[in-house]
């Protein structure tokens, strides 16, 4: 008889310790998600601002460019893409900010997407002596 109970006590001793290791083990997880998912909302984010910027490839030659091409940069609106235009050409893309036409902040935003070549340069400034050259043999015309 002292043998059932200390068996009894035994058995119930170890069904306490297992519930009790097994309640131990189970740990209480958070909801899982996805890491994808997660991510995907900044990922999403990043491809519009590089939509708003320029599209990828080589950057933008700022002495060809258009008024349209460079207002599609990010901080160049209508007015500074005028402005940019105006004051072609450029010898380095950092005249921009030398000559005032644009901030030092959209500057450095936009001076990995941005170019200044020389060639494009050097044929508008042919283009502007061309221009100056037809308009004094014009006004020689009209004294004639």
């Not at 599609?72 to 609106?77: F, N, Q, T, V, Y």
């Not at 010898?91 to 494009?120: C, F, M, R």
């Amino acid at each position: 008889m002292r043998r059932l109970p200390a068996l009894l006590v035994a058995t119930l001793a170890s069904l306490g310790l297992a519930f009790a290791t097994g309640a131990l083990a189970q740990k209480a997880e958070a909801p899982k998600t996805d890491a994808k998912k997660m991510e995907a909302p900044k990922a999403d984010a990043k491809k519009a601002d590089a939509k708003m910027e320029a599209p990828k490839g080589e950057p933008m030659d700022i002495n060809s460019a258009s008024e349209k091409e460079l207002a599609s940069l990010k901080g160049i609106g209508d007015a500074r893409a005028k402005a940019i235009v105006k004051g072609c050409p450029y010898k380095g893309k950092d005249d921009l900010v030398h000559k005032k036409i644009i901030p030092q902040k959209v500057y450095d935003d936009i001076k990995d997407q941005i170019i200044a070549k020389q060639d494009t340069a050097m044929k508008k400034d042919e283009k502007k002596a061309e221009m100056k050259k037809d308009e004094m043999k014009k006004d020689e015309m009209k004294k004639k």
